[in-house]
C-alpha cells in the first residue's frame, strides 16, 4: 500500500472544523513524515531528455540532474532516468491556499504543486506539523489574518479573537502577536465594511518596518483602493463589482503592488447570484492589470473551509487559474510565469521558481507543450519536491 493510501484510509482527517482537524491529527502526520524520510531516493538522479521551461519557452531536449534536493551541474554517476521528450516545468506556486491537513497537502503536491502560500490558518501552530515534509508542498503562511469587529471572518469557527483589530493603535500589537506565532507573511482583510484606512495604513506600516510581506483581501474597488493606499504588497482577488480601472492598474505598478487574482475563486462567487457581481469584471480587471504591466500572480484560493461557500479543489484549481488567466490576456509563458519565477520572488523564495543550478529540485513533468496549449499542464506525469519524488 503507497503512503498516499494509507493516509487516506487510516488518517484521514476529520471533514474540518476549521483549525481543529490538525492539531487532532498531529500524531499521524508525524508518522508520515517519518514514512516520508524512509522512503527518500537515491541522491542523484539524472533527468534526460527533457524540454526545459526556462521563463521565455522550451528548450530543445537536453538533461536536468538532481543532486542532494538541488538542481545539480554534473551528470556523471547519477541514476538516468529517459523522459521521452516530456516538458519539465518548475514547481508550481500557488500563491493563495487554505491548507488544514495532509490531504489538501497531498493533493497539491500530485498537481505539480510544490510550494503553497497560505493565506489563513488558524489556530496558532495549526500548519506546523504539515511544514517540511519530504516529498510533500512547502508551506508557508500568514496565520491569523487582521479583521475588524463583526466582520464575516471574524465569525468564521474557531476564529481567534486576537485577529480582531479595533483600530491602528493595535496595529503593532497585531504584528508582533503572528510573528510571536511564526507567521511568514501578514495578511488584512479589507472590505467595504472593514478596517478603515488609518487601521490598514497602520497594519501595512508596521509590517513592513519589520520586514514582513503585506498581503490584502479585497473583493471590491473600494477595498482595493484602501489597499493601494495603504501600500501593501500584494492585493488579492479582484473586483466582483466594477473592473479594475486603467488608473487603478496604474497604481499597482507605481507601488510595486502585485495582484494575485484567484479568478477560480471570483469565478465561483460570481456563480452565486449576488446582484451586481459579474464574472465578467473580473476578468476585464485582470485584463486591465495586464495591459498596465502590473505583476500577476496564479493564486486559487483553494479551502475546505466551513462557512466558506466555495471550494476550489487543492491542486487541480492551479491548472484552472492558469486557464483563466490565457483567457484574461496573459500569454501561456506569462501564465507559467505566474505560477513559477514571479511567486518566487514577489515572495522573496529565491531558491526557487525556475530550473537552474543551486535551486530546489522542485519540479513537475508533464506531457504535451503548455507553452502551445496551457491545458498541457494537467497533465502531469512526475512531481519532485526538494529533490524528493511525490508519489
Ligand atoms: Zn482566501
Not at 23 to 38: G, N, Q
Not at 321 to 339: C, I, Y
Amino acid at each position: 500500500m503507497c503512503v498516499n493510501e494509507w493516509i487516506r484510509r487510516d488518517f484521514a482527517m476529520p471533514a474540518a472544523v476549521a483549525g481543529t482537524a490538525v492539531a487532532t491529527a498531529s500524531a499521524p502526520v508525524a508518522a508520515v513524515a517519518r514514512a516520508r524520510a524512509r522512503r527518500i531516493p537515491a541522491p542523484r538522479v539524472a533527468l534526460t531528455n527533457v524540454r526545459v521551461f526556462d521563463g521565455n519557452g522550451l528548450t530543445g531536449p537536453r538533461t536536468v540532474v538532481i543532486d542532494h534536493g538541488v538542481i545539480g551541474l554534473s551528470a556523471v554517476g547519477a541514476r538516468k532516468v529517459d523522459c521521452g521528450g516530456a516538458v519539465l516545468l518548475p514547481g508550481l506556486i500557488d500563491s493563495h491556499v487554505h491548507v488544514r491537513d495532509m490531504t489538501a497537502l497531498d493533493a497539491l503536491a500530485a498537481h505539480g504543486v510544490t510550494t503553497a502560500l497560505d493565506m489563513a490558518s488558524f489556530p496558532a501552530g495549526a500548519l506546523t506539523p504539515l511544514r517540511g515534509i519530504p516529498g510533500l508542498t512547502d508551506l508557508r503562511s500568514a496565520g491569523t489574518p487582521a479583521v475588524a469587529p463583526g466582520s464575516p471572518q471574524s465569525g468564521l469557527p474557531t476564529f481567534p479573537q486576537s485577529g480582531v483589530v479595533i483600530g491602528p493603535e493595535q496595529a503593532d500589537a497585531f504584528v508582533a502577536a503572528r510573528l510571536a506565532e511564526h507567521a511568514d507573511h501578514i495578511k488584512i482583510i479589507v472590505d467595504d465594511s472593514g478596517l478603515d484606512q488609518a487601521t490598514v495604513t497602520a497594519l501595512t506600516e508596521a509590517a513592513q518596518r519589520l520586514g514582513r510581506l503585506v498581503m490584502a483581501h479585497a473583493t471590491t474597488a473600494t477595498a482595493v483602493d484602501r489597499a493601494l493606499t495603504a501600500g501593501v504588497d500584494m492585493i488579492h482577488h479582484v473586483p466582483l463589482d466594477a473592473p479594475v480601472t486603467a488608473a487603478t492598474a496604474a497604481r499597482y505598478v507605481r507601488g510595486a503592488t502585485a495582484a494575485v487574482p484567484t479568478l477560480t475563486m471570483m469565478e465561483g462567487f460570481a456563480g452565486l447570484g449576488v446582484p451586481g457581481h459579474a464574472y465578467a469584471s473580473a476578468r476585464a480587471g485582470v485584463a486591465a492589470l495586464h495591459k498596465a504591466g502590473a505583476l500577476i500572480l496564479a493564486g486559487t484560493d483553494a479551502n475546505a473551509t466551513p462557512g466558506i461557500p466555495v471550494h476550489p479543489p487543492f491542486g487541480a484549481s492551479l491548472h484552472r487559474e492558469l486557464e483563466l488567466l490565457v483567457d484574461a490576456g496573459l500569454s501561456t509563458v506569462e501564465a507559467l510565469r505566474a505560477a513559477t519565477a514571479s511567486p518566487a520572488r514577489a515572495f522573496r523564495l529565491y531558491d526557487r521558481g525556475a530550473i537552474r543550478p543551486g535551486n530546489r529540485a522542485d519540479l513537475v513533468l508533464v506531457d504535451g507543450d503548455p507553452v502551445a496549449d496551457i491545458r498541457a499542464t494537467r497533465a502531469v506525469q512526475r512531481v519532485w519536491i526538494g529533490g524528493v519524488a511525490h508519489s
